[in-house]
């Protein structure tokens, strides 16, 4: 894992990647975005902003009518422009399940003339299933809620890259996003 890491970490340096970067990181619960996430934004030298992390920093744990969500949102948004300002890279962590949430993320990169990447991660049901019957410290999510907001994800538009978790392909995952990422991004 720390070889894949460090080789793209490398091959941003090497393609000049140095520009601000937004990375959009969304997916149901359970589907492995807050793994992958993290990951992303180590092998990338980025700054990680999580939906569940700026929960509790807002005091919101068990809230999540709309009201909640929206605040949670904007502070992610408020901590990434931030960071964008110095010149960080932002992974932004969350569900992102509506499409107005994920048009704040591309109003904040037009803003800050930062480079917005959106990544869908997805999960087979049965993974889902058995990774949310497991205690985790990082979400409060069960299945109802999996069911729940997979009947409201709203369909994603524009470019996009769609990953498959499993729970070993890590590298792989990160692999095929620095492929996207060349591909489409790759002459910045």
Known sequence: ???IASDILFSFELNGMRKRLVIMVMGLPGSGKTF???HLSHAIDAVYIGSDEVRRQLRFMGKY????????????????????????????????????????????????EAVLISILVEAEDSVIR???????ADSEADWDVYQKLKGEFEPMEGLFLSLKSDNEN???????????????????
């Open 1 to 3: 894992m720390q070889r």
């Open 130 to 136: 058995e990774r949310l019957s497991k205690p985790r």
């Open 170 to 188: 890590i590298d792989t995952m990160l692999r095929q996003t620095i492929q996207y990422i060349t591909l489409h991004y790759g002459k910045l």
């Open 65 to 112: 009518q709309n009201q909640y969500k929206f605040k949670v949102y904007g502070e992610m948004l408020e901590q990434a422009e931030k960071y964008l300002l110095k010149g960080s890279r932002v992974v932004l962590d969350a569900t992102f399940y509506l499409k107005e949430m994920r048009l704040k993320v591309a109003e904040l990169a037009k803003k800050q």
């Open 36 to 38: 992958f996430a993290r």
